[in-house]
């Protein structure tokens, strides 16, 4: 059994749990009223982190064809360098990589997640670059190189400037000041990057 089948299990087991409780202590018609109103209320949300979304989805659609990504990515050049020495620096790796940290910092991973999935393609193919190369630092088929490691850590920390679907749901629920959340979620945010890099690079120490 995967990791989706026990959690698809134990959601349907839970759901099933409070049903059956709720019949059980008279409260049926309590249960059917709430799960009308969560639906309602997954309705209204849904469409406000749609507009939220698409709002700063279109800005960084424009911020692409004006060039802007493209230069971030370029100005990022040193960074990705050090997050991934192993990898070529004209990699197409790097650009997919680049580009989906810049998302993610903007709180965008709707639009960052094309990327993501792209950077993550493109590292296998280096690594099955590598195994037809006979390289000896390279990885078993199926199994996850560094470069897919250290991303997938970062992409978990994800530093944000703005995120936007905590704002969404706050703003949604009636926050008097839901942009309120932006100082500490970049503390909070900046701080678990900073572990996330530190980790990979002693990970990578050890394996060298």
Not at 7 to 34: H, Q
Not at 125 to 136: F, G, I, S, T, V
Not at 189 to 198: D, G, K, N, P, Y
Request: with cysteine; glycine share 8%.
């Amino acid at each position: 059994m995967n990791a989706g089948e026990s959690m698809n299990r134990l959601w349907s087991g839970m759901l099933l749990l409070g049903i059956a409780y709720g019949a059980f202590c008279g409260k049926l018609p309590e249960v059917t009223d709430g799960a009308l109103r969560a639906s309602k209320e997954a309705v209204v949300l849904a469409i406000s982190l749609l507009g939220v979304t698409g709002l700063w989805s279109g800005l960084m659609e424009i911020a692409r064809k004006a060039g802007m990504i493209d230069s971030l990515v370029k100005k990022m050049g040193p960074v990705m360098r050090f997050l991934f020495p192993k990898v070529p620096s004209d990699h197409p790796a790097i650009q997919s990589a680049a580009t989906n940290m810049i998302c993610n910092v903007f709180g965008l991973g709707a639009a960052a997640t094309p990327p993501g999935l792209l950077a993550m393609e493109q590292f296998e193919e280096l690594e099955e670059e590598r195994r037809k190369n006979k390289n000896p630092a390279a990885v078993p088929k199926g199994t996850a190189n560094r470069e897919m490691c250290t991303f997938l850590i970062l992409n978990i920390s994800s530093l944000q400037l703005i995120p936007v679907n905590v704002i969404a749901y706050r703003s949604q629920y009636g926050s008097v000041h839901p942009t309120a959340i932006v100082g500490p979620a970049l503390a909070a945010t900046a701080a678990s990057t900073v572990a996330a890099v530190l980790f990979c690079k002693c990970m990578e120490k050890c394996k060298s």
